[in-house]
């Protein structure tokens, strides 16, 4: 494609003027300019410009910027959209760190649990109980499609861990042993309570990590940033499975339920797959939902605690491994207390991915971690402070 000239020559470059030459000849490999041609000595190799023109220069493509990452045009509130796991955060020794997966206790003398990339959430008590129930009105046919298909999934997991539900209980306009003896319910015991958990955070484990995955994957496919998407989808899948590991402590499946939960992840994981490939909106609109009502069964679950109908988890201390991951407090490290760390994060999964589906899919940065030009007004971040249960419209944060 291009003319070369091969010049022989028998003085050496310097090392200096060698360097330089072939830096020159790389840059101008990489971004396209002019033609090269090449002169041989003998211990070094001298790079020229021909004068021989070509139709097209190898990339076509003007010289990137490697270190600056403007926020795109159509987000005029954004200032800047960084990495989000950017921040430096405390790293637990390794024994810790492997302990933690282990089905021993550990230690209570070992530092707090912190993941190096994903550090574990921080919320007052006060935030805690000031978590609402809250529902988005599907409002598009995208919305209704998401509410749609949540529901036949909810109606299948009440099925198969025997859960029944009674949304005045939840919302504590009525007592849990007056609504029994009114036929609403059965009675949901102990053991009931943490099969539904156990099956309830097997499944909402998921749509993160397949949202994540098929974002890094378009990511490097077309050669350019996600906008601070992954992380936060990352962190999301990380944080259900840390609910997973901790329920696994205070109860062991056994063969069908392990079984069931084989089956169900490997239809669940694939039809996510396929579904967001299709609309990633309606993907999130959905997790938005399914999250809705994860809390609506912890709101249950403590007014159960509350109303006595749970007695062994009224006193009974968190598992270790909760303890160290959300750093509780000392006296405020029961099952209750437990329960109310979990409810926070699942309703910040639901403001996040509810604000997700507002947003343009592809161009949007990631409103949960960028830097915002008017710092004076309230906008979504990280913590529970300025939580939205219906999540922000794309107007209020792009």
Same mark, same amino acid.
């Given at each position: 494609m291009y003319g070369t000239t091969i010049r022989i020559t028998k003085a050496p470059l310097s090392s200096k003027a060698a360097t330089a030459t072939l830096t020159h000849a790389a840059q101008t490999f990489c971004y396209g300019a002019r033609p090269l041609s090449f002169a041989a000595r003998p211990a070094t190799a001298a790079l020229q410009h021909s004068a021989v023109s070509s139709k097209r220069a190898f990339a076509s493509t003007a010289h990137t910027q490697l270190d600056v990452f403007p926020p795109p045009a159509n987000a005029p509130n954004i200032k800047v959209t960084p990495p989000a796991?950017?921040?430096?955060?405390?790293?637990?020794? #390794?024994? +810790?760190?492997?302990? %933690? =997966? +282990?089905?021993?206790?550990t230690p209570p003398s070992l530092p707090p649990l912190r993941s190096k990339l994903t550090p574990s959430p921080s919320y007052t008590e006060k935030q805690m109980n000031d978590i609402t129930i809250a529902h988005r009105t599907a409002t598009t046919l995208s919305d209704k499609v998401a509410l749609t298909m949540m529901r036949i999934l909810r109606m299948g997991m009440d099925f198969f861990t025997g859960y029944s539900h009674d949304h005045a209980v939840s919302r504590g306009t009525k007592d849990p042993a007056a609504a029994r003896r009114a036929g609403w319910y059965s009675p949901m015991d102990e053991r009931k309570w943490l099969i539904r958990c156990v099956f309830l955070e097997s499944v909402a484990g998921v749509p993160g990590m397949v949202a994540a995955s098929l974002r890094h994957l378009h990511s490097i496919? /077309?050669?350019? /940033?996600? !906008?601070?998407?992954?992380? %936060?989808?990352?962190? =999301?899948?990380? !944080?259900?499975?840390?609910?997973? $590991? %901790?329920? $696994?402590?205070?109860?062991?499946?056994?063969?069908?339920?392990?079984?069931?939960?084989?089956?169900?992840?490997?239809?669940?994981? !694939? #039809?996510?797959?396929?579904?967001? $490939?299709? +609309?990633?909106?309606?993907?999130? /609109?959905?997790?938005?939902?399914?999250? =809705?009502? #994860?809390?609506? %069964?912890?709101?249950?679950?403590?007014a159960e605690i509350d109303a006595g109908n749970l007695p062994l988890f009224e006193r009974a201390p968190a598992p270790d491994i909760a303890v160290r991951y959300w750093n509780m407090p000392e006296g405020k490290r029961t099952i209750r207390d437990l329960i109310l760390y979990i409810r926070a994060d699942e309703a910040k999964h639901r403001e996040v991915n509810h604000t997700l589906g507002n947003l343009a899919q592809r161009e949007d940065p990631n409103p949960f971690v960028s830097e915002y030009k008017d710092a004076g007004r309230r906008h979504p971040g990280k913590g529970i402070e300025n939580i939205k249960g219906t999540g922000w419209e794309r107007e209020e944060v792009i």
């Open positions: 796991w950017h921040h430096p955060v405390y790293v637990a020794p #390794a024994t +810790s760190l492997c302990l %933690t =997966e +282990s089905r021993h206790l496919r /077309r050669l350019e /940033r996600d !906008n601070g998407w992954i992380e %936060t989808l990352l962190e =999301e899948a990380y !944080n259900e499975r840390m609910h997973l $590991l %901790t329920f $696994l402590k205070m109860a062991e499946p056994g063969r069908f339920m392990r079984a069931m939960l084989l089956g169900a992840q490997g239809v669940w994981y !694939n #039809a996510l797959f396929l579904a967001y $490939l299709v +609309s990633p909106r309606t993907c999130h /609109r959905f997790v938005g939902y399914l999250e =809705e009502e #994860a809390v609506i %069964t912890y709101t249950r679950f403590l």
